[in-house]
């Protein structure tokens, strides 16, 4: 995923509503109308979130008859699992080096 896919991905999930979305959608497909049910926004609202996700491709769309369903393709997270378990090396290792220092004190 190159980069310019990345930051779409990584500033999708930072909004806490499309990260309640993708909860949703992650018990199968609904519509925005369902989706709207579980927030305090306009459905308007759910559907320019459900933008944004349609734009990063962490959710995909299909008609069926008038209404539009959507569903949660999870395959662009893995870029947030690769770059978040760089970071999780870091502090691990870290934290590691620390233990053994406290251990050496006592």
């Known amino acids: 995923m190159h980069s ?3 930051d779409s991905v990584f500033h999708a999930i930072a ?3 499309r990260r ?4 949703l959608l992650a018990d ?3 519509s925005v109308q369902e989706l709207a049910q579980d927030f305090d926004i306009t459905v308007a609202a759910v559907s320019q979130h459900l933008a944004v996700l349609l734009d990063s491709r962490l959710v995909a769309r299909r008609a069926s008859g008038r209404q539009r369903l959507y ?8 870029i947030v699992d690769e770059w978040t378990s760089q970071h999780r090396r870091f502090w691990q290792s870290r934290l590691g080096r620390l233990r053994t ?3 050496k004190g006592r």
């Open 15 to 17: 909004d806490p509503n």
């Open 71 to 78: 569903r949660l393709n999870a395959a662009p997270l893995r």
């Open 4 to 6: 310019s896919s990345a």
């Open 28 to 30: 199968g497909e609904k």
């Open 101 to 103: 220092y406290l251990d």
């Open 20 to 23: 309640h979305l993708m909860d």
